[in-house]
């Protein structure tokens, strides 16, 4: 599967944006989603996850409460709500697929990448 990112910019703190990503060349719906993000001089880190049925999500605790994942099986899309943004939430935001059951959290248990949309929040 392909997936295309898009969304990011600069906003200040407080403020809100959403992301999405859109996939093609797969069938959307048996994919678990992933959002990470990746801050300058730091790893990949996990974000949030949905399962394939839009049922289950999963956040790290930096974000929880403040961003939120869904999916349009339909439209082939995956979004991440990102409200009260920090400046320490500036990073590139990349989208992933991966198969099987459970939402990963680790970079390697997926095997599709988005090419990743900057996000920049300014005190």
């Known amino acids: 599967v392909q997936l295309q990112a898009s969304g990011g910019g600069l906003v200040q703190a407080g403020g809100s944006l959403r992301l999405s990503c859109a996939a093609s060349?797969?069938?959307?719906?048996?994919?678990?989603m992933g959002w990470f993000r990746q801050a300058p001089g730091k790893e990949r880190e996990f974000a949030a996850g949905i399962r394939w049925s839009g049922g289950t999500t999963k956040y790290a605790d930096s974000v929880k409460g403040r961003f939120t994942i869904s999916r349009d099986n339909a439209k082939n899309t995956v979004y991440l709500q990102m409200n009260s943004l920090k400046p320490e939430d500036t990073a590139v935001y990349y989208c992933?697929?991966?198969?099987?059951?459970?939402?990963?959290?680790?970079?390697?248990?997926?095997?599709?990448w988005g090419q990743g949309t900057q996000v920049t929040v300014s005190s």
């Open positions: 060349g797969g069938t959307f719906n048996r994919y678990n």
């Open positions: 992933a697929a991966r198969g099987g059951v459970e939402i990963g959290v680790r970079t390697s248990e997926y095997g599709s």
